[in-house]
């Protein structure tokens, strides 16, 4: 291998960045040329290439988003189009690709390696930590600060004003950040993909609160739960108890930006070196993760099909905490 590619792709984390610049000093480091591809898929489809030197990446470290830029390539799930990225990648002389993004890139990523023998390696980065192999996704514990910042401030006017918040994050089908950051803020309640939401329940719970002096509250609501989003659950609160003061707060696409955390920025950094050593060491066809602090390499299939899930035993410990 003398030159590698990297491109990022899929919805943004903070620390993408770190990871582009570890990948890139990393392969330096080791004689590679590197050559940074342009909105994800796309760019590989759309000759969008750049070469990257030390310097391409300075003082990006801190910075949210990717330089790189980013996009869902629908044109990268049909085999045309993976063939013209392979031939484009054969024509700019790119030996490896190092894809960083979620479930859906890896997909991406599989295929071209599956298909056409180039050697591939992934980097787990997604807020919402939901691929195996790795105890956290990059981007993960930045989102989940934002929203415990985010939910601290809403506490003080729910408190003010005795009012019932239900607030939304994001999390697609898990809720990693949902659970997290609820724990985190002290959260009266949590609702979540993985549990079976009950409306009467909830109410229940909310009027043992009451009776306990609490005249307000907040519930996170993951987005992917099955009852609806939080305007959804709080028009059916609403519906029974209809004496409360509530409010919905969407927390949207805050929790994507900002700088990334210390935590982000070492991990994303360790995985992108990780990536480049795998690489020359003929690592293919997996994600770089870290289990356990060790550096692990797992298929990239399993990574996006066996999807990391969220420990039950929390949710029953929040629920004591939080009472
Ligand atoms: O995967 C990251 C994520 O932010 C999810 O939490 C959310 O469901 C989705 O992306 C939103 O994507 P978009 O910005 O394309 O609407």
Sequence with gaps: IKKIALLTSGGDAPGMNAAIRAIVRSAIYYNLKVVGVKNGFSGLINNDFIEMKSHSVSKIISRGGTILKSSRCPEFKMQQGRERAF??????????????????????????????????????????????????????????????????????????????????????????????????????????????????????????????????GIVIVAEGDEEGGAAEIAQKVKQRLPNYETRVTTLGHIQRGGSPSCNDRVLASLLGHAAVKGLL????????????????????????????????NWIEISKIISM
């Design 281 to 312: 060491e003929g690592k293919t066809g997996l994600m770089a993760g870290q289990v356990n602090r060790e550096i692990v390499f797992t298929p990239l299939e399993e990574a996006y099909t066996k999807r990391d899930k969220i420990d039950k």
């Design 87 to 216: 031939n484009n990648m054969k024509a700019a002389g790119i030996d490896a690709l190092i894809v960083n993004g979620g479930d859906g890139s890896f997909r991406g990523a599989d295929l071209l390696y599956k298909e056409f023998g180039i050697p591939v390696i992934g980097i787990p980065c997604t807020i919402d930590n939901d691929i195996y192999g790795t105890d956290f996704t990059i981007g993960f514990d930045s989102a989940i600060n934002t929203v415990i910042r985010a939910v601290d401030n809403i506490r003080d006017t729910a408190e003010s004003h005795n009012i019932l918040f239900f607030v939304e994050v994001m999390g697609r089908h898990s809720g990693f950040i949902a659970l997290n950051s609820s724990i985190a803020s002290g959260a009266e309640a949590t609702l979540l993909p993985e549990i079976q939401t009950d409306i009467d329940q909830l109410c229940h719970f909310m009027e043992m609160e009451r009776r306990k002096n609490k005249t307000s």
